[in-house]
């Protein structure tokens, strides 16, 4: 039963790596997130994360709590088998904020309690750490188009992909990517599906303080739109990194294409546009897109 779960759990990882990267997260078992808790700490949303800090600090306060409640004599001042005594004790140890009317009255409760103190540095420390963690990773500047288009560029058909940097001060040393999944024979005739670097007609842009599009011009025997025509799954991925000058941190963004998402003998629709008092960029027609009049 239990190599049948884990073949099941391989097989749904296998299915959305091949549906895109975007997915991965989302539908890997909520389980695995605790083999690295510090990772899941990290990724899950806002409610989950604070949930998940709740949840622990009521246990081990429910836990310790539950001993003062059991050993008569432990806390002065506390009702007899009292877990609502035990429990808010509990909460004034772990949190070091200081004893007010009960406070440990043995050996026993003097030791355990200097055991909690103990625990909450630890849990305060690493709690604060996260938040900190959480606070300073980089935030998604990076945006890119809904979808990409198979269109002219310079009377050569081209595969294309837009995006737009939306914080106020401009991406330097800037780089970008495009990759798709190509189906490799191998030798012995096995087949493997692998990542394959298309080449850009510019990978690198010093100064990103607008929009960038990234252009890999297609050969007339293209893989990309043979796969296309024959519909066939199809997966590219879009990858772009810089620096923030604000931030002076590293920013990167990731965006995957399935077969759904390409619009061949289209074009992007003009989004930046020159005023009177500088130059406006409209986010509104990031992924907007036209049919291009002569297709072929």
Do not use: C
């Amino acid at each position: 039963m239990h190599a049948q779960g884990d073949k099941t759990a391989r097989r749904r990882l296998r299915r959305d790596f091949h549906r895109g990267f975007g997915d991965l997260r989302t539908r890997t078992p909520f389980l695995w997130g605790f083999g690295d808790p510090y990772y899941w700490l990290m990724e899950v949303r806002w409610p989950a994360f604070v949930g998940a800090v709740v949840l622990v600090f009521v246990l081990i306060n429910l836990i310790f709590g539950t001993f003062y409640a059991l050993i008569p004599g432990t806390v002065a001042n506390a009702a007899p088998n009292s877990l609502s005594d035990g429990f808010f004790f509990s909460v004034d140890t772990l949190a070091t904020v200081g004893y007010g009317n009960m406070y440990p009255a043995s050996r026993l409760g003097h030791a355990v309690a200097s055991a909690e103190i103990l625990l909450g540095l630890f849990f305060i420390a690493t709690v604060t750490g996260l938040i900190f963690a959480r606070f300073a990773r980089p935030r998604k500047g990076l945006v890119f188009s809904r979808y990409a288009v198979i269109g002219r560029y310079e009377g050569q058909r081209a595969l294309m992909v837009r995006a737009v940097w939306t914080r106020s001060y401009p991406l330097l040393e800037a780089t970008g990517q495009l990759s798709w999944q190509e189906l490799v024979t191998q030798p012995d005739g096995r087949t493997m599906r692998r990542l394959r670097e298309l080449k850009l007609l510019r990978s690198h842009n010093p100064v990103i303080g607008l929009a960038w599009t990234l252009i890999h011009i297609l050969p007339e025997d293209s893989e990309i739109l043979t796969a296309l025509e024959a519909g066939e799954p199809l997966l590219l991925t879009a990858s772009m990194s810089g620096t923030d000058m604000l931030l002076a941190s590293l920013t990167q963004s990731l965006q995957k294409y399935l077969d759904a998402d390409v619009r061949v003998d289209h074009e992007f629709a003009e989004m930046v546009f020159e005023e009177d008092n500088g130059v406006r960029l409209d986010l509104n027609r990031l992924d907007l897109i036209q049919p291009i009049a002569d297709a072929r």
